[in-house]
């Protein structure tokens, strides 16, 4: 690699300004790869659905869960839905990495993480769609919300909330991976966390320590309190604060190593 990406460019004054134009420069790279893979977009936007249509009407199930099972099932698919799906992002910042595409914007004079930023907030927006399709699909096959226009928000801004934690899970391991070929063996680690929850059982239907397990998990703390907000089955008082400080508490961690372990990065 030649000597102009291999040092690191004058910085830009740490101004707002230059921050957030450095930011949106790097989204809009990342949105821009969405014109050229829209395959890749659209198996993101499809794969969750084919989950929720597979459990709700093939596999059945929630024998414990009061009242309609799609009622059940829908806030757990949205919750399932923002802790898969990050091998995207991992896979791109390990091609980054590869390619040395990384190393030339440390070169350059921007932000110090604004590449990390830029990539993040490209996957908010996908993550943004993504429920809005599910919901669709969910409305489609007659799932219906009960806890008014302020509850439902509350329970979307709780789903991306979530979403942004596990992102950044998945930044800082795609990091410590640094490979492509490694992302697959880091992935199956996220499988686990989606399904020791209350997605699609109630973990009353569980055996007693499989259960605790089950209840502690981020994910289903997310999926009671989005139960609760959209006054649908499952939905049990005092989860809110839960499904606010577990993601907070990983935000706190991940986000951190992440950018340091992008800071330490050779350049």
């Not at 059945?60 to 399932?80: F, H, I, N, S």
């Not at 992002?89 to 004079?109: C, E, H, W, Y």
């Not at 008014?148 to 391991?173: E, Q």
Request: glycine letters at 12%.
């Amino acid at each position: 690699m030649s000597a102009a990406y291999t040092t690191r460019g004058p910085a830009r004054p740490a101004r707002g300004s230059y921050v957030l134009a450095d930011c949106w420069t790097m989204t809009r790279r990342e949105l821009a790869h969405w014109a050229r893979q829209p395959v890749q977009v659209l198996v993101g936007l499809v794969f969750p659905v084919m989950l929720l249509l597979m459990f709700g009407y093939l596999v059945g199930g929630g024998r414990e869960v009061t009242g309609d099972y799609l009622g059940y099932l829908v806030p757990g698919m949205l919750a399932l839905t923002m802790a898969f799906g990050l091998e995207g992002t991992m896979l791109a910042v390990t091609q980054d990495l590869n390619k040395g595409v990384i190393d030339r914007f440390r070169s350059m004079p921007m932000a110090n993480g604004a590449v990390l930023v830029g990539r993040s907030a490209a996957d908010m927006l996908q993550s943004a769609a993504g429920l809005v399709v599910l919901i669709a699909v969910g409305h489609a096959l007659g799932w219906r919300t009960h806890g008014g226009a302020a509850a439902f928000l509350g329970a979307v801004g709780l789903l991306l909330l979530f979403r942004f934690a596990m992102l950044w899970i998945g930044i800082h391991l795609a990091l410590v991976a640094g490979k492509p070929e490694l992302v697959q063996a880091v992935q199956i680690l996220v499988w686990p966390l989606g399904f020791l929850s209350n997605a699609f059982a109630a973990p009353e239907a569980m055996p007693g320590w499989l259960g605790t397990a089950v209840q502690w998990n981020p994910m289903s703390q997310t999926a009671t309190a989005v139960r609760e907000l959209f006054g649908g089955p499952g939905g049990e008082p005092g989860h809110v604060w839960a499904a606010v400080a577990w993601p907070l508490a990983l935000l706190a961690v991940f986000l951190p190593l992440a950018v340091r372990r992008f800071g330490r990065l050779s350049a």
